[in-house]
């Protein structure tokens, strides 16, 4: 066919008239598959689709594809400062790490306040079972947790 | 031409006024994505002063008058594309990917995109509210009267190469260089395109619209 002088039948003359609809509405592709159909020679259905449907951004990609992207402008200092700004300040380092100390601490102390009441509670309930005092010969007098395990020769069981 | 399109210039020809280099090398080489995710001011304060002066003509670039039909100026645009890429905990610069694309081409879309959007604005608002949410609404200045097609007959590179045949009156080899191929590339795909619509139209009339739930108006500017 001659580019020059194109041969139009009825259907392309038509179309080329009267325009065309098409039946539904393609989805917006992500900056991202924008910026790779700009950048590499692929397909892309998502984006493809767009540029068939939508004039300003198909004049717009197919711009940046021909010609080079805009040069820079110049930009008011001001602006610069303002744009600089948005990006919300972390918390303090000091502050971060206080927290997490903070946080290691409580655990310290909660680990060994419960391993405290634990003990407390066992030698409580000890003292408090006549069986174990019958058996092990445990008494207030006793101070020592293990006195039970020294073999008296005083106790009837050790003459057996 | 139409509300929007007297901000864009004749397609494909260079706007008046605006400087070009010869050769386009991407000099945004050096920036730290992962700081400025992570918040760190001086990296992002390095991202803005790299970045600013693209962003910015970028934008100049739609809208050479330097404000939108709906009074927006420049800096107001340059100030939303940056708000954009920290939307949603950083979001764009998450998913900037450098093996797809240079930081120049990604932050010039991203900076075209709002631009686009903000053109857009002036006639939206007196459309109603359209709670789809991704779907691209095109404008529309009087519904196009030619034939309804299907989406699903053609490929989307089909109806890319016919729409900038016949839509935008490009000849073959700006389409083929537009789209990267070889020129009987783009004389046989428009070719496939046409004998589906020939047999399309040979079964349902040319004018009738197919059995389908939506009818679009199409972006005719």
Redesign the interface.
Same mark, same amino acid.
């Given at each position: 066919?001659n580019?020059q002088e194109p041969i139009l /039948?009825d259907?392309?003359r038509?179309?080329?008239e009267?325009?065309?609809?098409?039946?539904?509405?393609?989805?917006?592709p992500?900056?991202?598959d924008?910026?790779?159909w &700009?950048?590499?020679?692929s397909?892309?259905?998502?984006v493809?689709?767009?540029?068939?449907?939508?004039? /300003?951004? !198909? !004049?717009?990609l &197919?711009?940046? !594809?021909?010609?080079?992207?805009?040069?820079? /402008?110049? &930009?008011?200092a001001d602006?610069?400062e303002?744009? /600089?700004l948005?990006?919300?300040?972390?918390p303090a380092v000091l502050a971060r790490i206080g927290g997490w100390a903070l946080a290691a601490a409580a655990c310290i102390l909660l680990a060994i306040a419960g391993w405290q009441l634990g003990t407390d509670i066992a030698s409580e309930r000890s003292m408090d079972n006549p069986l174990a005092i019958a058996t092990f010969g445990l008494s207030d007098d006793i101070d020592d947790g293990n006195s039970f395990l020294v073999l008296s020769t005083d106790s009837a069981e050790a003459t057996r | 031409m139409h509300g929007?399109?007297w901000c864009?210039g004749t397609?494909?020809q260079?706007v008046a006024g605006?400087?070009? #280099?010869?050769?386009?090398e991407d000099p945004l080489v050096d920036l730290d994505f992962d700081a400025?995710i992570?918040?760190?001011?001086a990296a992002?304060?390095a991202f803005?002063?790299q970045t600013?002066?693209?962003v910015?003509?970028?934008i100049?670039?739609?809208c050479p008058t330097g404000r939108t039909p709906a009074g927006e100026e420049i800096?107001d645009l340059?100030?939303a594309v940056?708000?954009k890429i920290?939307r949603n905990d950083r979001r764009?610069l998450r998913?900037?990917?450098p093996n797809?694309?240079?930081v120049?081409?990604?932050i010039?879309?991203?900076a075209?995109?709002v631009a686009?959007d903000a053109?857009?604005r002036k006639t939206l608002d007196l459309r109603p509210i359209d709670e789809a949410h991704?779907?691209?609404?095109?404008?529309s200045y009087g519904?196009?009267?030619?034939?309804?097609?299907?989406?699903?007959l053609l490929?989307?590179?089909q109806?890319?190469i016919?729409?900038?045949l016949?839509?935008?009156g490009m000849?073959?080899?700006e389409v083929a260089?537009?789209?990267?191929?070889n020129p009987q590339t783009i004389?046989s795909s428009k070719h496939k395109a046409?004998e589906r619509?020939?047999s399309h139209?040979k079964e349902y009339g040319?004018g009738d619209a197919?059995p389908?739930d939506?009818?679009?108006?199409?972006?005719? #500017?």
């Open positions: 066919m580019d /039948t259907l392309e038509q179309l080329r009267e325009g065309w609809r098409w039946s539904d509405s393609p989805q917006m992500s900056e991202a924008l910026a790779a &700009v950048s590499q020679p397909e892309s259905d998502a493809e689709s767009l540029l068939a449907a939508d004039a /300003t951004w !198909r !004049r717009a &197919v711009d940046m !594809r021909l010609n080079e992207l805009a040069s820079e /402008t110049n &930009v008011p602006l610069l303002q744009i /600089t948005l990006m919300p300040e972390p | 929007h399109v864009m397609p494909y260079p605006i400087q070009r #280099t010869a050769t386009y400025c992570r918040g760190d001011a992002w304060q803005c002063d600013i002066r693209l910015a003509a970028s100049r670039r739609v800096d340059v100030q940056y708000i920290l764009l998913n900037y990917d797809r694309s240079s120049s081409t990604w010039t879309l991203i075209r995109s686009i053109l857009r991704g779907a691209v609404q095109g404008e519904a196009s009267i030619g034939p309804v097609i299907p989406i699903h490929t989307a590179r109806r890319l016919l729409t900038m016949f839509e935008d000849e073959i080899a260089t537009a789209l990267d191929v004389r046409m619509l020939r139209f040319v197919p389908s939506s009818v679009e108006p199409r972006d005719r #500017t």
